[in-house]
């Protein structure tokens, strides 16, 4: 079955980095598109990064810049390298991966509903 595991969350203060991965299986890495997505209590999930096969990214736009979201599909891992860190960045940071056996996923929006496998999240805590 699909499994997403994150790791690499923690506590850190503004204007630091912190680089968050996500170790896929199950599935074709190479044909699926892949994203991180945050989340605080009491919000709605919101999609942060996308990547596609192709490697085509797409950025919420109060991370661009700051923000860079690669893979390695030789190891079928997707990672999020955050700097320049801000209080409001922080939240529960999920993996995600939109795949369909049989296709390929050229399209990554940063909308939850296209994504149907998830990981557990890891908490990212940035303090003044």
């Known amino acids: 079955q699909v499994q997403l595991v994150e790791s690499g969350g923690g506590s850190v203060q503004a204007g630091g980095s912190v680089r968050l991965s996500c170790t896929a299986s199950?599935?074709?890495?190479?044909?699926?598109?892949m994203g991180w997505f945050r989340q605080t209590p009491g919000k709605e999930r919101e999609g942060v990064a996308t990547?596609?096969?192709?490697?085509?990214?797409r950025y919420m736009q109060s991370v661009k810049g700051r923000f860079t979201i690669s893979q390695d599909s030789t190891e079928s891992t997707l990672y999020l390298q955050m700097n320049s860190l801000r209080p409001e960045d922080t939240a529960m940071y999920y993996c995600?991966?939109?795949?369909?056996?049989?296709?390929?996923?050229?399209?990554?929006?940063?909308?939850?509903?296209?994504?149907?496998?998830w990981g557990q999240g890891t908490q990212v805590t940035v303090s003044l």
């Open positions: 990547i596609n096969n192709d490697g085509e990214t």
């Open positions: 199950g599935f074709t890495y190479s044909k699926a598109c």
């Open positions: 995600a991966a939109s795949y369909f056996s049989g296709g390929t996923c050229y399209t990554a929006r940063l909308t939850v509903a296209d994504f149907a496998y």
